[in-house]
């Protein structure tokens, strides 16, 4: 059963170097459906992370796709070793050749991730949020201003935890995920930005 709660927020970051656990919204905002986070791959759930042990729907999930391995990590300074070092790791922009699975048992943070045109998509997971970026998807991750956020991580098979820093346009993984999810023509959904 699905916990009700507001659905996920996304929206378009505004361009400023400032302190990346901001949200960086634009002036106005511009908000980005579930619709269009799906037209690039990303799927997402809600689910009671408050029982994520015994939930059956996870349970279901984790069969449909094959999600064999789970841990958990903690990320804020008092948890993480090495924190600013992973921090910084996590914000530079890459890919995986596997898809990244989190889900958000307590805490909060932004996944961003490209549009086809090349812009940031803020994408704010908090408790109870699950999100799936399919392999080749250049994103980046950051806490939010709480400093905090403790995460299931879900993979198939043995986890490879390795990022590709962009540039990667050449990597087939890459390659694949363009051809599926950023060819214009294949498109479904409006990904333009409103004026």
């Known amino acids: 059963m699905q916990v009700q709660r507001p659905p996920l927020e996304a929206w378009y970051m505004n361009d400023s ?3 990346q656990r901001l949200p960086h ?3 106005p905002p511009e908000y980005v459906t579930l619709e269009k986070l799906a037209a690039l791959g990303v799927i997402h759930w809600v689910l009671d992370a408050d029982n994520h042990e015994t939930d059956p729907e996870l349970s279901i999930i984790r069969k449909d796709r094959g ?4 841990d958990v990590i903690t990320v ?3 948890m993480l070793p090495s924190y600013e070092a992973k921090i910084k790791s996590f914000y530079e922009e890459h890919i995986h050749m ?3 699975i989190r889900y958000c048992l307590d805490g909060s943070g ?3 991730v490209r549009d086809p045109e090349d812009h940031w998509i803020r994408i704010w997971v908090r408790k109870g949020d699950m999100i799936v970026l399919p392999a080749g998807c250049y994103h980046r991750f950051t806490l939010d201003e709480h400093n905090y956020i403790m995460a299931m991580r879900l993979f198939v098979g043995e986890p490879i935890w390795t990022p590709y820093n962009r540039p990667q346009d050449e990597h087939p993984v890459r390659k694949g995920y363009v051809h599926q999810f950023l060819q214009p023509e294949l498109l479904d959904v409006d990904m333009s930005i409103s004026a």
């Open 17 to 19: 170097e400032e302190d």
């Open 76 to 78: 804020c300074p008092e």
């Open 110 to 112: 932004y996944f961003d």
């Open 67 to 70: 999600y064999n391995y789970t």
């Open 98 to 100: 596997d898809e990244e």
């Open 25 to 27: 919204h634009r002036n």
